[in-house]
């Protein structure tokens, strides 16, 4: 099978309206920017959006919420897109907020099979509302689900065209556990080289877990959020 394809716009074109889609990232680093770039020309509107953070207002996940193509985030942190706070304040976007070493391990479990784990976090707060609890060795545990999505859209350093990919530093983030966890990965990378060309022992994400892989372009180094010291 030939996973590689030419544009991130023929990569998107199977996902449909109303979909699931994890999209990797940690901030804006390791983001698949290509992909959602084509997403958003394409106009896929009632997407779930699974993502540690919302972006900012013109990167990762901003763009999707200015064009009003997203109707829920799962997500972790959000506090630095302005557009994602004012939906929120006004309603217009479904929110479910997830302690972050708790979204990871969701992602996690459902890649591996597992139909949930008990975890303290979040245990006593609005978090474990309607959840099952058990007191372990005195202390009490919260049962979290799995984590699944329809598509993922990741961000590799190097990947060949079997799908294998490599991560480089903070970019690996949640990306692995992503790629397992969604029944479509699409992976985008800096670097597309032949199979045989990656060192085995260096793969981070085998092959099996992805469905289709492309060459990004224009990658650039946004920062955040830029804080100067005076004196």
Request: hydrophobic share 40%; glycine share 10%.
């Amino acid at each position: 099978m030939n996973k590689v394809l030419v544009t991130a716009d023929e990569a998107v074109a199977v996902i449909p309206d109303g979909a699931t889609i994890m999209v990797g990232g940690f901030g804006l680093c390791g983001i698949p920017e290509n992909l959602l770039a084509a997403l958003q020309r394409r106009g896929t509107k009632r997407l779930t959006i699974i993502s540690n953070n919302a972006g900012i207002d013109d990167r990762g996940s901003g763009p999707l919420l200015k064009s009003r193509q997203i109707r829920k985030m799962i997500a972790t942190y959000v506090g630095e897109n302005k557009e994602f706070e004012r939906q929120f304040l006004a309603k217009e976007i479904d929110v479910e907020l997830v302690p972050q070493g708790t979204f990871s391990e969701r992602m996690r479990a459902a890649g591996a099979g597992i139909g949930g784990f008990f975890t303290p976090t979040g245990a006593g707060t609005l978090i474990a509302e309607g959840k099952e609890s058990r007191v372990i060795n005195g202390r009490t545990y919260i049962l979290e689900a799995p984590l699944h999505a329809d598509f993922a859209l990741i961000k590799a350093w190097k990947g060949d065209r079997k799908g294998n990919l490599v991560y480089r530093k903070t970019s690996r983030n949640f990306n692995p556990m992503m790629a397992t966890a969604a029944r479509h990965t699409i992976a985008e990378v800096e670097h597309l080289v032949e199979p045989g060309m990656l060192e085995p022992d260096s793969i981070h994400t085998p092959g099996i877990f992805v469905k289709r892989i492309l060459q990004g372009a224009s990658y650039e180094r946004h920062i955040e959020k830029r804080t100067l010291r005076h004196g």
